[in-house]
Structure formats: C-alpha cells, structure tokens
C-alpha cells in the first residue's frame, strides 16, 4: 500500500476533479493516479509527483472501477463493458 499525498489547490483542473471524481486508481509502478469521471464518461490519467494531467481517455458511461493488471493495463468499469487501456 503506497501513501499519496494530495494536497488540493487552486487550479482549475484540480477543482474539476474535485467535485466530479468517483474512483481512484494508482498504476502499479506509483507513478500514475487514474481519477474516474462519471458525470463525462472520462477517466483523467495524472502524474502522481506533479499532479499534470498525462492524457483524457473517453470511456462513455459510467466509468466506477479501475484495476491493474501486473503488466499495468488498466480495466475500467462502467455499466456497459469492461474497458482494457494499455
């Protein structure tokens, strides 16, 4: 179990975040938060150190969950699939 620390600030894209985020997910190196979007059906893929956005995947529904495989391909799901993102 890995310790993040997440200290919210000002910027847009954290107060984006901080009011529509229903699941988390760290990558299993630690070096990436996947932050679940439910309200547009996006999953937010953040450096954990710098808190940038790295890249916006539009998964459509619902995204709840997000799992890691060893190899670190992510599986969303929503209410429709199971999404696989490498």
Do not use: C, H
């Amino acid at each position: 179990m890995r310790s993040v620390d997440w200290t919210w600030s000002t910027s847009p894209l954290e107060q984006s975040l901080r009011s529509r985020r229903y699941g988390l997910g760290l990558t299993p190196n630690g070096t990436q938060l996947y932050v679940l979007l439910p309200g547009t059906g996006e999953v937010r893929v953040l450096d954990r150190v710098s808190r940038a956005a790295v890249k916006t995947l539009l998964v459509g529904g619902t995204p709840r969950n997000v799992v890691f495989a060893s190899d670190g391909t992510a599986l969303v799901a929503n209410e429709q699939a199971i999404i696989f993102i490498q």
